[in-house]
C-alpha cells in the first residue's frame, strides 16, 4: 500500500518545488537545470515549445528571455506517494496574460528531488 502525504515527504517536494519557483522566475537557469533529470527520457510541454530530453530542456531555458517571469500561484496542490514520488499543480498568473496551469512529476533520485515531466497550458 502506497502512503500519501507522508509529513517529511510533503516537506521535502514543497521546499524544493519553492526553490523551483524562486529559480523560474529569477530565471536562475543553473537552478532550473539542476532540477531537471538529466535524460533524454524528461520531458517539458508548453505553449511555447514541446521538448524532449534535458538537452532540449536546458537549451530551451538558456535561449528564454528573464523578462516578464514574475507570477503568483493559486491552488497549488503539492501530494506525496511513498518516499519517492510526488506531484505538484498549481495555476498561475502573469501580468497581461491569461490564466496559467502547470503541472510536475517529482522523482527522488540518488542526487535528489528531479522534475522528470513538466507540462504548462494557459486557459483562455
Known amino acids: 500500500m502506497v502512503e500519501v502525504d507522508i509529513p517529511e515527504v510533503l516537506a521535502e517536494v514543497t521546499a524544493v518545488f519553492a526553490r523551483y519557483e524562486a529559480a523560474l522566475v529569477g530565471n536562475d537557469v543553473a537552478v532550473l537545470d539542476e532540477l531537471f533529470w538529466k535524460s533524454p527520457q524528461v520531458l517539458r510541454f508548453s505553449p511555447d515549445a514541446t521538448l524532449y530530453g534535458y ?6 531555458r538558456a535561449g528564454r528571455s ?10 497549488t496542490i503539492i501530494t506525496s506517494f511513498g518516499h519517492d514520488f ?12 491569461p490564466l496559467g496551469r502547470q503541472s510536475q512529476t517529482w522523482v527522488r533520485f540518488a542526487e535528489g528531488w528531479r522534475i522528470v515531466a513538466a507540462h504548462i497550458s494557459m486557459i483562455g
Not at 86 to 97: C, K, V
Request: aromatic residues 8%; glycine residues 8%; hydrophobic residues 45%.
Open 55 to 60: 538537452e532540449a530542456i536546458a537549451a530551451f
Open 66 to 75: 528573464p523578462t516578464g517571469l514574475a507570477r503568483r500561484l493559486h491552488h
Open 86 to 97: 510526488a506531484t505538484a499543480n498549481t495555476e498561475f498568473l502573469r501580468e497581461g496574460q
